[in-house]
């Protein structure tokens, strides 16, 4: 027999993941909780008794992307050449992406298009690297000639920069009728002297 409490869970599991789709799809400002609770199977009650309202659905939707992030770079060891560390850690985080279509779609457009008072995804995700690149600093992988909220900053360019602008690469190539495969975009921050 099936709990409350898993069920319970099952149901705010179900509203949660729902949402990141319809918020991937059209915004959050577009999506009401209506639509949420029909598409997730719920009444609209349900989604407010888990979530309190749009701005806690959104929020455990941000976190969520969130732990999707941290979760992928935790399964790298800090031990290592630090090119290895790091570049192993870009590839966890591509391959979670990979694996997770509904949340690209959602990081995407929260980072380039948001809705207006909605940067709490980009605001956790900045806060989060920050305390990443710290660790990786502490470790003697990251070095530290840059403040660190710069090199979280670049650390983020670095792996949502082709998240973000492959798709765009893509449409372009394929409009130009380029013969050749479509080619990888990769982002870097540079600092220029000025």
């Known amino acids: 027999m099936t709990s409350l409490d898993s069920r319970s869970t099952d149901s705010r599991t179900r509203i949660r993941d729902t949402a990141l789709r319809l918020?991937?799809?059209?915004?959050?400002?577009?999506?009401?909780?209506?639509?949420?609770?029909?598409?997730?199977?719920?009444?609209?009650?349900?989604?407010?008794?888990?979530?309190?309202?749009?701005?806690?659905l959104r929020a455990a939707v941000d976190e969520f992307v969130v732990d999707l992030f941290r979760e992928a770079v935790d399964t790298v060891p800090l031990d290592g050449p630090a090119d290895e560390v790091v570049a192993?850690?870009?590839?966890?985080?591509?391959?979670?992406?990979?694996?997770?279509?509904?949340?690209?779609?959602?990081?995407?457009?929260?980072?380039?298009?948001p809705d207006p008072g909605s940067e709490g995804l980009a605001r956790l995700l900045v806060e989060e690297t920050i305390r990443?690149?710290?660790?990786?600093?502490?470790?003697?992988?990251?070095?530290?000639?840059?403040?660190?909220?710069?090199?979280a900053v670049a650390v983020l360019v670095r792996q949502l920069g082709t998240l973000l602008l492959q798709p765009a690469l893509g449409r372009l190539w394929a409009l130009a009728e380029a013969p050749s495969e479509v080619p990888t975009v990769k982002v870097r921050l540079q600092h220029t002297d000025t």
């Open 23 to 56: 918020f991937a799809a059209q915004g959050g400002a577009a999506t009401s909780l209506r639509e949420v609770a029909r598409e997730a199977g719920v009444a609209p009650g349900l989604v407010v008794h888990h979530f309190g309202g749009k701005d806690g």
């Open 88 to 113: 192993a850690r870009d590839r966890a985080a591509a391959e979670m992406f990979d694996a997770n279509p509904d949340a690209v779609d959602y990081l995407r457009r929260a980072v380039v298009t």
């Open 132 to 151: 990443r690149t710290q660790t990786l600093r502490d470790h003697g992988i990251a070095r530290s000639r840059i403040p660190v909220e710069e090199q």
